[in-house]
């Protein structure tokens, strides 16, 4: 009996056999896939929305303008959640039956904060994009230097080279 030890080559490997001698014989790639998909049995969208507090059912600690100043609002819940804490350390003590709403309220305060962070997720990543941008192009820019400076060099060395030889 024999075994391969590769499974064969999928059928559509046919459609790439003109290849080598016509590249644009190849099929064009599939569109990328707008909406809804289902990925190893869970259901995804293209869309990226951070879903509200509110459709969380968490209730929202902060301003709902469009305004809300991310720095003064994650100190504010931060505050409240050190204070949250330290109640809780005393409710432990004092009175323990009434830890599960101290948990709750702090949960909540710990969502909120998550869910503030997350909104400042898509501004991190366009400066994270512009700054490895910028350190490409310093990059580039440093090589075509450092490429022009070895022009220079080699340049010198020819002439000397040329000038060496006619003075023999």
Known sequence: MATATYPPPPPYHRLY?????????AP?????????????????????VLPSLEEQGVPQLYPKDSNVDYKKELRSLNREL?????????????RPSQYAKRIGEISSIFKNLHHLLNSLRPHQARATLIHIMELQIQQRKQAVEDIKRRREEAQRLLKDAYVTLDGQ
């Open 17 to 25: 056999k003109d290849y080598s001698e016509n590249p644009n014989s």
């Open 28 to 48: 064009e790639p599939p569109p990328p896939i707008e909406g809804t998909y289902v990925c190893f049995g869970g259901n995804y969208t293209t869309e990226d």
């Open 82 to 94: 050190q204070l949250h804490i330290l109640e809780l350390a005393d409710v432990l003590v004092d």
